[in-house]
């Protein structure tokens, strides 16, 4: 597919922002949805709804086929190797809490330790912060360097004898860089350790194998791979799933209820109580479809990092020796700028970008800012759009010094 297709399919870039054609460049945030996504949506709304996994009659056996569907196609999508081992979630945040949750209650002890990226997207951060509060456990940063870099060196030396789970991202949201997941995983289980993997923006723009990665937890959210908001993915070991106890009760979560006690349905169903996401979840199949489709853009990826890096006054994060490394996010400072003023101007011209904190707050602390300026993009985002965007920058950051 050519990224004029790619393009003819996604309908908000034909919109104008004051009067200037949408730059969308805050996919890091949230993805745009495609016609197929929105069409698989509309459809199974108008035509198809009803509540999954209980009644008889037609249309909730088409619904429920949609949604294992779905379910089918992430399990091949990321190599799981069974498709119970894909709980659906409302998104990356919901499938970290449920890990943290339910990990904790089987694993975790007062004592014990929990270590965790220092770049971590706070989904993946608070969640441990909570169980460790719960438990009487304790929490322990791997650190970055100051490119952003994960320093996994430090890891096997941080691992002690009641570290029972490693938490890191793929890819960081801030940083853009691929954190080297199969080396830690090797390092997790050579030391006994459980390791759970943010996959929020990894799985955007990697190729996700988790037999490869090595990883016992791997989750996202559907929202930045084109499919619908409120979808989301907790992949696990079936081992594990099986040892850990579900942290929401309800309907269909069961096998059967007394009043004094209940047991609880298999997998994945232990882990999805009540009406789940009817109409948003089944529009993963055709997001998955798409990105199968995709082109490369690493053309834009080097341009916009070597425009960045040659520009004076502005300091990169997260920069690496080898681009293979990176995804196209780029998140940086502009020395006498402040980044909402520049976000701000750079909207007035019709780029969207991010600016703040990106819920990375330790982040931030550990490069001594009190926020950043990111632009991210998506194989739809053209050559174009990054010229227009650094020549954009240059101006705005004129305007302001
Ligand atoms: C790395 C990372 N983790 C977790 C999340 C949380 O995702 P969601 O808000 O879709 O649950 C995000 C969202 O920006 C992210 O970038």
């Given at each position: 597919m050519t990224q004029q297709e790619l393009r003819g399919l996604f309908p908000q870039l034909k919109r104008t922002v004051y009067g200037k054609p949408l730059v969308y460049l805050d996919n890091a945030a949230t993805s745009l949805r495609p016609q197929p996504v929105i069409d698989c949506w509309n459809d199974i709304s108008a035509n198809r709804t009803a509540n999954l996994h209980r009644a008889v009659h037609l249309v909730a056996t088409e619904a429920t086929e949609a949604y294992e569907q779905a379910?089918?196609?992430?399990?091949k999508?990321?190599?799981a190797s069974d498709n119970q081992e894909v709980v659906f979630t409302s998104g990356a945040t919901h499938a970290l809490n449920v890990i943290a949750f339910s990990l904790g209650e089987a694993i975790v002890g007062s004592g014990d330790e929990i270590i965790v990226g220092e770049a971590e997207h706070h989904s993946n951060l608070v969640p441990w912060q909570m169980l460790c509060a719960r438990k009487?456990?304790?929490?322990?940063?791997?650190?970055v360097d100051d490119s952003g870099r994960l320093k996994v060196e430090d890891l096997p030396s941080l691992i002690g004898p009641h570290t029972k789970i490693v938490a890191i991202a793929h890819v960081s949201n801030v940083l853009g860089l691929v954190n080297p997941v199969s080396e830690v995983a090797d390092i997790c289980h050579r030391h006994g350790c459980v390791l759970v993997v943010d996959g929020a923006q990894g799985i955007v723009h990697q190729k996700v194998d988790v037999q490869?990665?090595?990883c016992d937890f791997y989750a996202f959210s559907g929202h930045k791979m084109y499919a619908a908001p409120g979808t989301g993915v907790l992949w696990g070991r079936k081992a594990l799933l099986e040892q850990m106890p579900p942290m929401f009760g309800g309907g269909e979560m069961i096998e059967s209820v007394s009043w004094e006690s209940s047991t609880y349905a298999p997998l994945p169903r232990k882990f999805e109580a009540g009406t789940q996401n009817i109409s948003g979840t089944p529009t993963l199949?055709?997001?998955i479809a798409l990105m199968g489709q995709m082109p490369e853009c690493e053309d834009v990826k080097e341009f916009v990092y070597s425009s960045l890096?040659?520009?004076s006054g502005v300091r990169l994060f997260g920069t690496t020796p080898d681009l293979?490394?990176?995804?196209?996010?780029?998140?940086f400072a502009v020395d006498g700028a402040h980044h909402e003023d520049l976000a701000l101007i750079l909207d007035k011209m019709g780029i969207a970008v991010r600016s703040g904190q990106m819920c990375a707050e330790p982040l931030m602390d550990r490069f001594g800012v009190t926020g950043l300026l990111r632009a991210s993009f998506a194989p739809y985002n053209t050559l174009q759009d990054a010229e227009y965007f650094i020549s954009s920058l240059r101006k705005s950051i004129k305007m302001l010094q």
């Open positions: 379910r089918a196609d992430v399990a999508f990321i190599n009487g456990a304790v929490l322990k940063r791997l650190q490869v990665l090595g199949s055709p997001a890096l040659a520009e293979g490394k990176k995804v196209p996010v780029f998140s």
